[in-house]
C-alpha cells in the first residue's frame, strides 16, 4: 500500500493528462474544419486585392483612356487641353512612384499587382508616345525604339524567370525617370529654348533606353548561363 488515497490518485492522473482543444478532439476523431471556414479564409484573401497600392494602381489604369481623350481634345493642339493631359500624365506617373513602394513596405504584395502594375506602367507611357508620333511633335523611330525596348525585355523577363530575378539597376531608375521627364516635356505645348531643352532630354531618354536595355539582355544571358550550370552540377551529383 502507498498510503496515498484512491480519489486522490484518480485527480493526479486526470490533472497530469493533457488537455486536448475541440479542434484536437476533431482532428482525433478524423473530423473536417468547417466549409465555411475556408469560404471565410478565402473572403479574406480576396479583399486584400483592395489595398491602397492597388488602388493607386488602377487609378493609374483609369487615367489612360482620359489621358488620351485630353491630349486628342481639339485637335491635340490646343495648349490648355494639353496642359490638362499633362497634369493626367503627371498624376499617373506619381503613383507609379508610390503604388511599389506601398506594396512592398506594408507587405500589400499581391497578384493582381504583379500583372496589372507594369501593364499600367507601359499603357500610360505607350499611350503618350503613341499620341505624341501620330500628332508629329515626336518621331515614330523614338516611339519604336522605346515600346520595343520594354516589350521586349518584358518578354526577356518571362523567359528567364525560371532561373532567378534581375534586380532593378540604377541606370533601370534613371531611364524611368527620364523617360517620363521628356515625354511629359514634350506633352505640353512648349516653345522657345524649353522647346529644344525637351529634345536634349528625350535624346538622353533614348539613349538609357537602348543602354540599358542592352545590359538586361547581359544580365539575363549570364543568369540563364548560370541557372543551366547549376541544375547540370546538380544533375551530376544525383546520379553520382
Known amino acids: 500500500m502507498t498510503g496515498v488515497p484512491a480519489s486522490a490518485a484518480n485527480g493526479s492522473s486526470k490533472a497530469g493528462a493533457p488537455k486536448t482543444d475541440g479542434t484536437e478532439a476533431d482532428a482525433a476523431c478524423g473530423t473536417k474544419p468547417a466549409r465555411g471556414g475556408k469560404i ?20 493609374r489604369l483609369l487615367l489612360v483612356p482620359a489621358f488620351v481623350a485630353l491630349m486628342l481634345a481639339h485637335g491635340g ?29 506594408y507587405d500589400l504584395v499581391t497578384d493582381f499587382g504583379k500583372i496589372a502594375d507594369p501593364i499600367a506602367d507601359k499603357a500610360i507611357m505607350g499611350a503618350a508616345l503613341i499620341c505624341l508620333s501620330s500628332l508629329g511633335d515626336l518621331p515614330w523611330w523614338v516611339t519604336i525604339v522605346i515600346l520595343g525596348r520594354e516589350l521586349g525585355i518584358t518578354l526577356l523577363r518571362f523567359v528567364v524567370i525560371r532561373y532567378g530575378v534581375i534586380p532593378a539597376s540604377r541606370g533601370g531608375k534613371l531611364k524611368t525617370l527620364t523617360q517620363g521627364v521628356a515625354v511629359g516635356m514634350y506633352v505640353l505645348a512648349l516653345t522657345g529654348w524649353l522647346a529644344t531643352l525637351r529634345f536634349w532630354v528625350m535624346a538622353v531618354a533614348v539613349v538609357l533606353t537602348v543602354v540599358t536595355g542592352l545590359d538586361y539582355v547581359r544580365q539575363a544571358i549570364v543568369l540563364r548561363r548560370r541557372g543551366i550550370a547549376e541544375r547540370r552540377a546538380a544533375l551530376e551529383e544525383a546520379e553520382a
Open 40 to 59: 471565410a479564409a478565402a473572403a479574406v484573401d480576396q479583399a486584400s486585392v483592395w489595398n491602397i497600392a492597388n488602388l493607386l494602381t488602377m487609378l
Open 77 to 105: 493642339y490646343d495648349p490648355a487641353w494639353r496642359s490638362f493631359a499633362w497634369a493626367a500624365f503627371a498624376v499617373a506617373m506619381i503613383t507609379d512612384l508610390f503604388d511599389g513602394h506601398l506594396a512592398r513596405t
